[in-house]
């Protein structure tokens, strides 16, 4: 039946389990450098609303760390469960990368994760705000081993074929972790999770001022995140046009998805569109809304490139790779083109609460902000999420028929001795689990979110009174 087919339920389990994961993944991330950032303002000003930020915001940072782990370890179990073909013809190049990442970046970031949270009153203090510096530094190191894991899958470097053991084996690994599109998608991810860790830092303030609430404090964090947000966002353009033309260099296929084009379009033809309405084949489009050249600059940089289309490309790879059987080499279109669009707006939409927020909060502001305003933004911290979700699920989809860009098709990755029903069964448990964790999730960043900074906290040290006015 098809509907139990291995590797249909492998892409579904993997896809639940992956989208999953990365929601705790960027607010790791960006947390635990806002929490970082806190404490080196409390350091440097010893001005006390700052400890009560460090706090607060590295308590909701601890919490959320804590599922991303348990998520993340049923990742890389699936690549031996349901993906056993995949691991074997590229563990020795893949397995690398996710070593370093585990054996390094992640117990660094965990040694001194423990020491953050037990070295408070025991460690002097700069040794104390130099332990969540190392947290954050190594999340985002680990970050970027797993961003170079990927990477390999998009754009495959730094192996070679070996044809009597039929598998991939790394010969460079230097080339693997200086891939272009993992040095080009680093940046897009790191400030993507900062926009994410702003987007809740704007929320869980917004919530607290509209009650009236820890005003002194939570206005400082508003104002931290507001503009965390709008610089994330301007970071995300620049390394997303850098990604653009690592993409469209690596896999010309996902570029043309990502626009829908299926004839090779040159200058002023090679537009992109905003919006459009019409059939998923190309055939016809009803209405559209386009921007000359701008899928020319988007891919190269220049306004007068041809950008290959679909069908070009899918009869160059019918030939190139005729063994594989495959009829079609592109990705499922509605889901690339308006992924790739969720993405875009969802992030510009995000980042204009933010800059409404600070003209509406600036000194010397003639009225008082309205409810709506703060409801606005007390419900505004889905959309960067959202968008980190979908970009994504536009990387991932974009590859497909492929797990290795040109070396590897997705069918031929999944386990063989891997029955469908035995999917389903792990498909359905790890939905049921997963969904019970996500209500203790919740529940758990909204309580501690709702509590609010403890302001009643002094610094342990006595001894050294703070200035005044920082009371």
Not at 282 to 287: A, K, P, R, T, V
Not at 318 to 336: H, K, M, Q, S
Not at 370 to 384: E, G, H, Q, R
């Amino acid at each position: 039946m098809e509907w139990l087919d291995p590797l249909v339920l492998s892409r579904w389990q993997f896809g639940l389990t992956t989208v999953y994961h990365y929601l705790f993944v960027p607010l790791t991330i960006g947390m635990a450098l806002a929490a970082a950032i806190f404490q080196t303002a409390w350091v440097r000003t010893a001005k006390v609303h700052y400890l009560h930020l460090t706090r607060f915001f590295g308590k909701i940072f601890l919490i959320n760390f804590a599922m991303g782990v348990v998520t993340g370890i049923v990742q890389e179990f699936q690549f031996g469960m349901n993906w056993s073909d995949y691991s074997r013809f590229v563990g020795d190049v893949f397995g690398a990368p996710l070593a370093f990442e585990g054996l390094l970046a992640f117990f660094f970031e965990a040694t001194f994760i423990g020491v953050w949270i037990f070295g408070w009153d025991k460690l002097p203090q700069k040794l104390h705000l130099a332990s969540i510096w190392c947290v954050a530094i190594g999340s985002t190191l680990s970050a970027y081993f797993i961003i170079a894991a990927n990477a390999f899958m998009q754009n495959p470097v730094g192996y070679e074929y070996n044809p009597v053991t039929n598998r991939a084996e790394l010969v460079d690994f230097w080339a693997l972790l200086t891939n272009p599109v993992a040095l080009a998608a680093f940046p897009h991810t790191i400030f993507g999770a900062f926009m994410f860790a702003a987007g809740v830092i704007i929320s869980v303030s917004a919530w607290h001022l509209y009650r009236g609430q820890h005003a002194d404090t939570m206005r400082v964090s508003l104002k931290f995140g507001l503009w965390s947000m709008l610089v994330s966002t301007a970071g995300i353009v620049l390394s997303g046009d850098q990604l653009g033309l690592a993409m469209y260099a690596a896999q010309p296929m996902k570029m043309a998805a990502a626009e829908a084009t299926f004839n090779t379009v040159c200058g002023p033809d090679a537009s992109f569109s905003l919006f459009t309405l019409g059939t998923p084949d190309g055939l016809s489009e009803l209405f559209s809304i386009r921007v000359p050249y701008l899928l020319s600059l988007l891919s190269t940089h220049t306004l007068d490139a041809c950008v290959h289309g679909i069908n070009d490309l899918n009869a160059e790879y019918a030939t190139t790779y005729a063994d594989l059987g495959i009829d079609n080499f592109a990705p499922v279109l509605w889901i690339t083109y308006w992924a790739f669009r969720w993405m875009i707006g969802l992030g510009m939409a995000h980042a204009l609460v933010a800059l409404a927020g600070l003209w509406v909060t600036r000194k010397g502001a003639k009225r008082p902000v309205a409810p709506w305003m703060w409801k606005l933004a007390i419900w505004s911290f889905p959309l960067a999420l959202l968008a980190n979700i979908v970009g994504w699920v536009f990387t991932e989809m974009g590859r497909q028929p492929w797990i290795v860009f040109g070396l590897m098709s997705t069918r031929d990755g999944v386990s063989p001795g891997t029955s469908g029903l035995e999917v389903l069964i792990s498909l359905i448990a790890f939905t049921a689990i997963y969904a019970a964790l996500a209500v203790v999730e919740v529940r758990l960043i909204v309580k501690a979110a709702q509590k609010g900074p403890d302001t009643e906290e002094k610094p342990a040290d006595e001894s050294a009174p703070l200035p005044s006015a920082v009371y």
